[in-house]
């Protein structure tokens, strides 16, 4: 099966400071990774590359099988980064926000389809935001929050998400509800997902690779065994 996302021999670097090199990495269908690492190691670069908002200075990246700068099917990859710029004063609703994400698919005045209205019902119904659907997203908790800008990136039903701290700010039950709701994605849709976080319980029993981002290489993480295929798999 053709991985949903490939780095060969990648390296890249900000002016003349490199930050990643040599890196090697597959990460397939159905299955989550996490990303961990010290603080300014590169592990939002890398998320970066891969969604082609920065060109690798070596070595190729591919998502589903094409250099990511021909790719086109853009609706098949979410991304939360780790500070989204909402407009918080807007009087926005928690349900405006997550229709949102539909607004690359949509044609000027065009409504949802069925289709994607009942993507939007089950995106809501998995992130638990069923209640809250009607707020406005300023006056949600930043657990809520994240769960509505996760549901945003969810309703064109990519088959690779980026989550970038995904739980900063999250309670421990707000972070378990968030693990049931992906480990359905991944188990049950097949998506893929990268996960960056600095807070193991976020992705234990979800993640089943973790890999650290240090001194500009990816490395299994030191700790208990990892399924390592991932690394160095197109090398
Ligand atoms: N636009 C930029 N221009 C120059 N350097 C940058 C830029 N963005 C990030 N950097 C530098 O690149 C390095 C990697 O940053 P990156 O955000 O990828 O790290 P990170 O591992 O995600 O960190 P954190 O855990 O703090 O989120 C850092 O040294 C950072 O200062």
């Known amino acids: 099966m053709t991985p949903v996302l490939e780095f060969d021999r990648v390296g890249f670097a900000y ?24 603080n300014g190691n590169g592990k939002s670069t890398l998320a970066r590359l891969a969604l082609g908002l920065i060109q690798p200075t070596h070595g190729v990246i ?17 991304y ?9 004063a807007l009087p926005i609703s928690v349900e405006e926000v997550v ?8 044609r000027p005045l065009r409504r949802a389809s069925s289709t994607q209205e009942e993507r939007i019902e089950h995106v809501m ?24 800008l996760i549901s945003r990136s969810l309703v064109t039903t990519p088959r690779l998400l980026f989550l970038d701290e995904p739980t900063s700010g999250v309670d421990t039950e707000a972070r378990t509800a968030l693990r049931d709701s992906l480990e359905h994605l991944v188990s049950i849709e097949g998506l893929a997902v990268v996960y960056i976080s600095h807070d193991p319980a976020g992705f234990e029993g979800l993640a089943r690779r973790v890999l650290e981002v240090r001194d500009g290489h990816v490395r299994p993480a030191p700790g208990p065994p990892q399924v390592s295929s991932a690394l160095g798999a197109v090398a």
């Not at 591919?62 to 979410?78: A, D, K, N, P, Y």
């Not at 939360?80 to 918080?88: F, S």
């Open 62 to 78: 591919r998502l589903f099988g094409t250099q990511v700068h021909r790719f086109r099917h853009w609706s098949l990859i979410g």
């Open 99 to 106: 229709r949102s994400g539909l607004a690359g698919q949509l």
């Open 15 to 38: 002016e003349r400071q490199p930050i990643l090199s040599g890196i090697s990495l597959s990460i397939c269908a159905g299955e989550c990774t996490a990303l961990v690492g010290p």
């Open 80 to 88: 939360v980064p780790q500070q989204v710029a909402v407009a918080a």
């Open 125 to 148: 119904d998995l992130m638990g935001l069923q209640q809250l659907r009607r707020r406005r997203f300023s006056q949600l908790s930043g657990g809520q929050q994240q769960r509505a």
